[in-house]
């Protein structure tokens, strides 16, 4: 069983579309992130959410809006792409914010045209 | 403000030879916790080993062991016998233990395991 997935794990898209990423987790987990990994593998925190709560929103461009529809879902959607977007959008779950192991999802590898 | 830093983009090591990888933080927060990750070719991250701040002893699972050094704020990754399957990517992390507990990642260490 798949703890932490994602779908879908390949999107290739033109500039200006919208288009969401799907993240579920099934380890009874309370907090979720979103971190997005450039070409040079740096990664870093974009949002999370505990409990359907928002708890971080980094500074991340507003076309970019997370939605958790219950704790075990963390969706991304994306408007507006720019080239820029192009990289890994990971999710992530922690049984509890301050959780001692966050476990990742396989990664969405967003290629933006 | 809290950072990390990873200061080799690359390390190689032969086969069944240990490899340490460094790893050194900064933060003024009393309590954080201190992670190891791994990123094969695949891409996924893979969760090795985990120590927290107020940990007395150092953390080891398996052939992976972090040697924490506070005063010097460093937490190394130690591989012993390394395998051909080693050669990944490793990220340090960091949590801070209060606000919104936020993780902040290194730049990342590719290890390369030689025959």
């Known amino acids: 069983d798949t703890a932490v997935s994602q779908t879908p794990k390949y999107l290739v898209t033109q500039m200006g579309n919208d288009k969401s990423i799907k993240c579920e987790q099934n380890l009874g987990h309370d907090t979720m992130y979103w971190y997005k990994q450039d070409s040079k593998k740096f990664l870093k925190i974009m949002f999370s959410y505990n409990n359907k709560e928002l708890i971080i929103n980094e500074t991340v461009p507003n076309r970019f809006s997370p939605k958790s529809p219950d704790k075990a879902h963390l969706n991304l959607h994306i408007n507006s792409l720019e080239l820029g977007d192009s990289a890994v959008y990971f999710c992530?779950?922690?049984?509890?914010?301050?959780?001692?192991?966050?476990?990742f999802g396989p990664g969405t590898r967003l290629t933006v045209l | 403000a809290q950072k990390i830093t990873q200061t080799q983009p690359g390390m190689f090591v032969q086969e069944k030879e240990a490899v340490t990888l460094d790893c050194t933080y900064d933060?003024?927060?009393?309590?954080?916790?201190l992670f190891w990750y791994k990123q094969p070719s695949s891409g996924e991250m893979i969760f090795l080993i985990y120590?927290?701040?107020?940990?007395?002893q150092n953390a080891t699972e398996g052939r992976y062991s972090l040697n924490f050094q506070k005063a010097r704020k460093s937490a190394n990754l130690v591989i012993s016998a390394s395998q051909l399957g080693d050669s990944a990517m490793y990220f340090c992390a960091m949590r801070s233990n209060r606000g919104t507990y936020k993780y902040i990642f290194g730049t990342g260490t590719r290890l390369k395991v030689l025959a």
């Open positions: 992530a779950s922690s049984l509890l914010a301050g959780g001692d192991t966050q476990y």
């Open positions: 933060t003024s927060d009393p309590s954080y916790g």
């Open positions: 120590q927290g701040s107020y940990d007395q």
